[in-house]
């Protein structure tokens, strides 16, 4: 095993990771973007997939939920792998009123609940923002997109807890123009200005936690991940000569 978590080797992992929480959502993402995809890590069934997408290294790995989960990872990643950009791609729940169920959320910056951040530097308040390069890639994919999906970037709150929601707190960020609340960005953007490396979350909305919003039908769901995985890829690829990314 070459780390605790990533039983890899160096070398393993392309320079661009996707970055899905769900395990099995990394497997389905790497079976569909490349077709000589082949598993490199799946220590506590966390499976890492490495091939290429259009003659273009890539991995895609599952984070676990939650920032501790997702920092193990990153930190591994960056530390013993080389990576240099992540790119998570997940759900989160809307918060603003603009922002609808099936909609895409690009977290410029995150605010937190978490202290894994404040940890960092004594007395300071850390910003926790994406990479430029990464932001500007997905937000140019998203101005020219063709699908109808509605984009919004701005920031969104890593928190902690799923089920536990301090009252009036999703109100009080909603008055600050936050758009969604989700549980990794924040802590994977301090692992990304630890290492100066890119990191970007790009978030499909599942639900809105303010205001009652219809359910998505599976299809539904699946066809707003795509778009949201096209923006993600887009970022993870920018600067490899390649157009747009198309999804096979
Ligand atoms: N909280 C955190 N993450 C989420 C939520 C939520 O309410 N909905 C979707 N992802």
Redesign the pocket.
């Given at each position: 095993m070459t780390t605790p978590h990533i039983s890899a080797s160096p070398g393993d992992f392309a320079p661009a990771v996707l970055f899905p929480g769900d395990p099995r959502r990394a497997r389905k993402i790497a079976q569909q973007l490349m077709p000589d995809a082949r598993l490199i890590s799946d220590v506590r069934s966390m499976e890492a997939y490495t091939g290429t997408y259009r003659g273009i290294p890539l991995s895609v790995m599952g984070s676990g939920m939650g920032m501790p989960s997702a920092t193990i990872y990153a930190t591994e990643l960056f530390e013993v792998f080389d990576v240099q950009r992540i790119i998570r791609v997940g759900?989160?729940?809307g918060i603003h009123p603009d922002v609808n169920i099936g909609d895409t959320v690009i977290a410029m910056g995150a605010h937190t609940t978490s202290a894994m951040n404040s940890q960092r530097i004594p007395h300071v308040h850390f910003s926790a923002v994406a990479s430029w390069q990464l932001l500007h890639a997905a937000a140019h994919a998203a101005s020219n997109r063709a699908d109808n999906t509605t984009v919004h970037i701005g920031t969104v709150l890593s928190?902690d807890h799923?089920y536990f929601k301090p009252e009036g707190l999703l109100e009080r960020l909603q008055n600050y123009g936050t758009l969604a609340?989700?549980?990794e960005a924040a802590a994977l953007y301090g692992v990304a200005a630890e290492y100066q490396r890119d990191a970007l979350a790009v978030l499909t909305v599942?639900?809105t936690?303010l205001q009652d919003g219809p359910n998505m039908t599976p299809e539904q769901r699946e066809s707003r991940f795509q778009d949201a995985l096209r923006l993600a890829l887009t970022a993870a690829l920018h600067n490899s000569d390649l157009p747009e990314a198309e999804l096979p």
């Open positions: 759900t989160c729940g928190e799923f609340v989700e549980m599942s639900d936690v």
